[in-house]
């Protein structure tokens, strides 16, 4: 027998395994299955960028670089963050290339907080952000966002739920798993809060080229805001990169020196041919990541149009590529709903509640999948809903 869980420390042990997981290990067995649960893109990554990475294995570049990451990268780094997001940073001590968001808002975290402070950060939200959170012996304050107001984050929501002892405020937008965004006139109002009360802002921004509608703002290019914020991005989602495993953290440079001791003792560096990829994405990467966007946006516009013609309430998500209908009306709770879709329609979508209590009454649908696949997988969830009417209605009178 296993007892080797006695070794484990308390704040791991009572974390809660992602829900997520679940699910895909589930689909994975299933023959026939649509998976709308994965928050991955379905494009391989461009061949540019691939070939980048071949020749630089080719070249035999297989060493370490150094902590920051390749000057090279940090340069294109800084250069495209001034054009399409504002602030100007400096390659050589205010961006560090980490191994994707992931790393990034990890060390972040564990440079900041001390034992029992607190962070902010709107829910529902990616799955990641609360145990991250708690793996630093600090304590997540969610600020709740309401679905009748298609989830937004307000500034009104976010003075209730403040506390003494915050620290820092937790950003995302667009918003996994809801696809909200936030205007220029929200952020200010955010801003406003952030400097009244002295937090840190770490704003996750793995999804801003991939805004629907308006212009993508990051809190980051407000007046007063480059001091006190951390802007973290990637390659995943946008340049279709998942696997290359490869972001990075822009901020003032103290915040960045002690995320820099951090990576440097856990990590070391991001892996070379990574970093050569990521160089080519930033350089010549933006035809392929606005034809990929174009493909999301076709794909949105027909899921939230079937999800609402199905009788699925389903706001217009503006960014990202996840669509969040309310399943309420069908009398299941999410995670019923999520499972019964699974096996009697062979549908994955990942219950509301996986990404926190403000998910309840909601599944998340991701649209990066073929537009057939979603046409199929939306005839399926019509003759689910069929089926679950029909049985809500109860067995016809004898
Ligand atoms: N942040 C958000 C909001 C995400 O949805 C994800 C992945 O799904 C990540 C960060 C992690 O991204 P990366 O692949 O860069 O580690």
Redesign the pocket.
Known sequence: MDTSSRFVAHHVGCLPKSGIRDFFAIVSQMRDAISLGI??PDFVTPYGIREVAMRALEKGKTSYTDNRGLKALREAISRYVAQNYGPEYDPEIEILVT???????DILLRAILNPGDKVLYHEP??V?YAPGIALCHATAISVPTSAANNFALTADALRAAWQPGCKALLL?FP??PTGGTADKALLEEIAAFAEEKDLLVIS?E??SELTFEGVHTSIASLPGMRERTVF?H????AFAM?GF???YACGPAGVLDAMLKVHQYAIMCAPIVSQEAAIEALTNGREDMLRMREKYRERRDVIVRRFNELGLRCHLPRG?FYAFPCISSTGLDSMTFAKRLLQEQKVAMVPGTAFGPGGAGFCRASYSTSYENIIRACDRIGAFLDKVSKQADGPPPQ
Do not use: H, P, Q, W
Not at 99 to 105: D, K, L, P, R
Not at 234 to 237: A, E, M, Q, T
């Open positions: 928050g991955e191994i994707g968001v992931s790393e990034a808002m939200c990616y990641s995302n918003t996994n996750d793995i999804y973290l990637g390659f995943s989602k998942t495993r490869v972001g990202a």
